[in-house]
Protein backbone atom coordinates (compact mmCIF):
# COMPACT_ATOMS: atom_id res chain seq x y z
CA UNK A 1 0.00 0.00 0.00
CA UNK A 2 3.04 2.31 0.63
CA UNK A 3 4.46 1.77 -2.67
CA UNK A 4 1.07 2.26 -4.50
CA UNK A 5 0.39 5.52 -2.62
CA UNK A 6 -0.17 7.69 -5.50
CA UNK A 7 -2.06 10.94 -5.75
CA UNK A 8 -5.44 9.79 -7.45
CA UNK A 9 -4.56 6.51 -7.17
CA UNK A 10 -6.73 3.81 -5.82
CA UNK A 11 -6.35 0.31 -4.82
CA UNK A 12 -9.56 -2.61 -4.59
CA UNK A 13 -9.85 -4.55 -1.82
CA UNK A 14 -12.36 -7.49 0.23
CA UNK A 15 -15.30 -6.35 2.10
CA UNK A 16 -15.61 -7.88 4.56
CA UNK A 17 -11.84 -8.11 5.14
CA UNK A 18 -9.04 -7.47 7.66
CA UNK A 19 -9.37 -4.35 8.89
CA UNK A 20 -5.70 -3.01 8.09
CA UNK A 21 -6.73 -3.56 4.40
CA UNK A 22 -9.28 -0.80 4.38
CA UNK A 23 -7.26 1.38 7.59
CA UNK A 24 -3.81 1.70 5.35
CA UNK A 25 -4.91 2.49 2.22
CA UNK A 26 -7.44 5.44 3.29
CA UNK A 27 -5.02 6.76 6.09
CA UNK A 28 -2.38 7.21 2.93
CA UNK A 29 -4.82 9.07 0.63
CA UNK A 30 -5.58 5.62 -1.43
CA UNK A 31 -9.12 5.98 -2.96
CA UNK A 32 -10.22 2.47 -1.59
CA UNK A 33 -12.45 0.05 -3.87
CA UNK A 34 -14.67 -2.68 -2.63
CA UNK A 35 -15.35 -5.90 -4.04
CA UNK A 36 -17.82 -7.96 -1.85
CA UNK A 37 -17.60 -11.49 -0.59
CA UNK A 38 -21.28 -12.08 -0.01
CA UNK A 39 -23.68 -14.71 1.57
CA UNK A 40 -26.20 -14.66 -1.58
CA UNK A 41 -23.43 -16.11 -4.01
CA UNK A 42 -22.30 -18.75 -1.53
CA UNK A 43 -19.21 -16.49 -0.21
CA UNK A 44 -17.52 -16.66 -4.10
CA UNK A 45 -14.72 -13.96 -4.98
CA UNK A 46 -16.26 -12.83 -8.39
CA UNK A 47 -13.33 -12.18 -10.77
CA UNK A 48 -15.94 -10.11 -12.70
CA UNK A 49 -16.71 -7.24 -10.33
CA UNK A 50 -13.35 -7.07 -9.02
CA UNK A 51 -12.06 -6.44 -12.90
CA UNK A 52 -15.37 -3.66 -13.29
CA UNK A 53 -13.95 -1.78 -10.24
CA UNK A 54 -10.42 -1.06 -12.17
CA UNK A 55 -9.10 2.22 -13.66
CA UNK A 56 -6.72 3.87 -15.25
CA UNK A 57 -5.51 5.24 -11.55
CA UNK A 58 -5.81 1.64 -9.95
CA UNK A 59 -2.36 0.43 -8.65
CA UNK A 60 -3.44 -2.68 -6.95
CA UNK A 61 -5.41 -5.27 -6.22
CA UNK A 62 -5.76 -7.65 -3.09
CA UNK A 63 -7.50 -10.86 -3.40
CA UNK A 64 -7.64 -12.69 0.30
CA UNK A 65 -7.97 -16.43 -0.72
CA UNK A 66 -8.71 -18.13 1.70
CA UNK A 67 -10.53 -15.15 2.64
CA UNK A 68 -10.96 -14.17 6.16
CA UNK A 69 -13.37 -14.34 7.58
CA UNK A 70 -15.38 -16.43 5.48
CA UNK A 71 -13.37 -19.08 3.76
CA UNK A 72 -13.75 -18.09 0.37
CA UNK A 73 -11.55 -19.30 -2.15
CA UNK A 74 -10.92 -17.65 -5.97
CA UNK A 75 -10.25 -21.11 -8.12
CA UNK A 76 -6.73 -21.60 -9.91
CA UNK A 77 -7.97 -20.79 -13.16
CA UNK A 78 -9.89 -17.06 -12.08
CA UNK A 79 -7.10 -16.61 -10.37
CA UNK A 80 -5.36 -16.49 -13.60
CA UNK A 81 -7.55 -14.77 -15.16
CA UNK A 82 -7.18 -11.81 -12.90
CA UNK A 83 -3.33 -12.06 -12.65
CA UNK A 84 -3.46 -11.65 -16.40
CA UNK A 85 -5.87 -8.80 -16.21
CA UNK A 86 -3.61 -6.89 -13.79
CA UNK A 87 -0.55 -7.52 -15.49
CA UNK A 88 -1.78 -6.35 -19.06
CA UNK A 89 -2.67 -2.71 -17.11
CA UNK A 90 0.41 -2.76 -15.16
CA UNK A 91 -1.62 -3.16 -11.82
CA UNK A 92 0.02 -4.94 -8.81
CA UNK A 93 -1.93 -7.96 -8.08
CA UNK A 94 -1.45 -9.04 -3.93
CA UNK A 95 -2.63 -12.33 -2.87
CA UNK A 96 -2.70 -12.11 0.88
CA UNK A 97 -2.09 -16.19 1.48
CA UNK A 98 -2.02 -16.15 5.36
CA UNK A 99 -4.99 -18.68 5.55
CA UNK A 100 -3.13 -21.31 2.81
CA UNK A 101 -2.83 -24.22 3.25
CA UNK A 102 -5.91 -24.40 5.41
CA UNK A 103 -8.64 -24.66 3.36
CA UNK A 104 -12.70 -25.77 4.21
CA UNK A 105 -13.27 -26.33 1.02
CA UNK A 106 -11.76 -26.30 -2.53
CA UNK A 107 -8.24 -26.23 -2.28
CA UNK A 108 -6.10 -23.84 -4.68
CA UNK A 109 -2.69 -23.23 -5.91
CA UNK A 110 -0.46 -20.43 -4.44
CA UNK A 111 -0.30 -17.14 -6.38
CA UNK A 112 3.84 -17.73 -6.05
CA UNK A 113 3.62 -19.76 -9.29
CA UNK A 114 2.24 -16.70 -11.31
CA UNK A 115 5.07 -14.27 -12.77
CA UNK A 116 3.41 -10.98 -11.80
CA UNK A 117 1.65 -11.60 -7.86
CA UNK A 118 2.75 -10.58 -5.05
CA UNK A 119 2.27 -12.75 -2.24
CA UNK A 120 2.04 -12.23 1.71
CA UNK A 121 1.59 -14.62 4.42
CA UNK A 122 3.02 -15.01 7.75
CA UNK A 123 3.06 -16.98 10.78
CA UNK A 124 -0.20 -16.28 12.34
CA UNK A 125 -2.45 -18.52 10.85
CA UNK A 126 -1.52 -21.60 8.88
CA UNK A 127 1.34 -21.90 11.48
CA UNK A 128 -0.69 -20.63 14.64
CA UNK A 129 2.39 -18.39 15.98
CA UNK A 130 0.81 -15.08 16.04
CA UNK A 131 2.80 -13.86 18.51
CA UNK A 132 6.15 -13.95 16.73
CA UNK A 133 5.01 -10.95 14.42
CA UNK A 134 7.20 -13.03 11.32
CA UNK A 135 5.60 -12.71 7.73
CA UNK A 136 7.18 -12.90 4.73
CA UNK A 137 6.03 -11.75 0.44
CA UNK A 138 6.85 -13.83 -2.62
CA UNK A 139 7.83 -11.26 -5.03
CA UNK A 140 9.15 -12.08 -8.75
CA UNK A 141 9.84 -8.14 -9.76
CA UNK A 142 13.38 -7.40 -8.83
CA UNK A 143 12.60 -3.88 -8.62
CA UNK A 144 9.38 -3.89 -6.63
CA UNK A 145 11.71 -6.71 -4.17
CA UNK A 146 14.29 -3.97 -3.66
CA UNK A 147 11.59 -1.22 -2.72
CA UNK A 148 10.20 -3.52 -0.33
CA UNK A 149 13.50 -4.33 1.12
CA UNK A 150 14.05 -0.48 2.14
CA UNK A 151 10.42 0.92 2.64
CA UNK A 152 10.76 -0.63 6.80
CA UNK A 153 13.38 1.59 7.06
CA UNK A 154 10.74 4.56 7.28
CA UNK A 155 8.38 2.73 9.71
CA UNK A 156 9.86 0.11 11.75
CA UNK A 157 13.34 -0.10 13.65
CA UNK A 158 14.09 -3.92 13.60
CA UNK A 159 12.66 -7.29 13.44
CA UNK A 160 12.01 -9.26 16.85
CA UNK A 161 15.24 -11.76 16.88
CA UNK A 162 13.49 -14.17 19.02
CA UNK A 163 10.06 -13.98 16.82
CA UNK A 164 12.47 -14.53 13.58
CA UNK A 165 13.93 -17.86 15.41
CA UNK A 166 10.83 -19.42 16.64
CA UNK A 167 9.54 -18.70 13.19
CA UNK A 168 12.62 -20.50 11.75
CA UNK A 169 11.99 -23.51 14.03
CA UNK A 170 8.32 -23.61 13.29
CA UNK A 171 9.24 -24.05 9.31
CA UNK A 172 11.96 -26.37 10.37
CA UNK A 173 9.05 -28.44 11.64
CA UNK A 174 6.15 -27.94 9.32
CA UNK A 175 4.77 -31.14 9.41
CA UNK A 176 4.09 -30.96 13.43
CA UNK A 177 3.24 -27.59 13.78
CA UNK A 178 0.21 -27.54 11.41
CA UNK A 179 -0.62 -31.03 11.72
CA UNK A 180 -3.24 -29.81 14.53
CA UNK A 181 -4.81 -27.61 11.62
CA UNK A 182 -5.87 -30.58 9.58
CA UNK A 183 -8.31 -31.75 12.26
CA UNK A 184 -11.85 -30.24 12.76
CA UNK A 185 -12.48 -28.35 15.94
CA UNK A 186 -13.25 -30.57 18.82
CA UNK A 187 -17.29 -31.19 18.73
CA UNK A 188 -17.70 -30.82 14.63
CA UNK A 189 -18.11 -32.72 11.44
CA UNK A 190 -16.17 -30.81 8.95
CA UNK A 191 -13.87 -31.85 6.61
CA UNK A 192 -11.03 -29.29 7.18
CA UNK A 193 -7.84 -29.86 5.68
CA UNK A 194 -4.47 -28.38 4.56
CA UNK A 195 -1.73 -29.65 2.33
Not at 13 to 39: E, K
Not at 97 to 106: A, L, M, N, T
Not at 177 to 185: D, I
Request: glycine letters at 6%; charged letters at 20%.
Amino acid sequence: MWLAAEPGANVIIPLPGFTTFSALPQSLGLGTRFYRVRRENGFRIDPEEIKHQADSKTKLILVNSPHNPTGATIDDSQMEALHDFAAERGIQLVSDEVYHPIYHGRQTKSAARLPHATVISDMSKAMSIPGVRTGWMIEHNAQRRQQYWTAPAYFSICNTTTGEILSEIAVRNVTSCSARLRKPPLGTSNSWSAS
